[in-house]
């Protein structure tokens, strides 16, 4: 892990200009928050991945995120556990879990994944 014991590490996709994108976004919006968030991209980076216990393929479909602990979250739990640190996008992270929304919002954010990889040629 890294230095700070509240530091969560991303897991991203460095290739994909959306999720630069959505990186730059959150920085701006968690502000001083962001200083706990140590970002890595995942291209070539198999071995450190699966040493972690991360599949690459899944990597590149799902956000994966390392707690301070040493636990890993992807998916939806990845996003509401980065999101709940920021102050603006707690209530979102909350609303992300809840049982109604979670399971269409899952199958939205894969369908949109699984395009954005098709799109440009990468789809494991």
Known sequence: MTESGNTLRVFYDGACPSCRRDR????????????????????????????????PDMALKELHVEDQNGHIHSELDAYILLMSRVPLLKPLAWIISLPVI???????????????LERTGRMP
């Open 102 to 116: 979670r399971p269409l919002l899952s199958r939205l954010y894969h369908r949109m994944v699984t395009n954005r």
């Open 24 to 55: 730059r976004q959150y920085e701006r919006l968690a502000g001083r928050a962001a200083d706990q968030v140590e970002w890595v991209d995942i291209t070539g980076r198999d071995e450190e991945l699966k040493a972690r216990g991360i599949d």
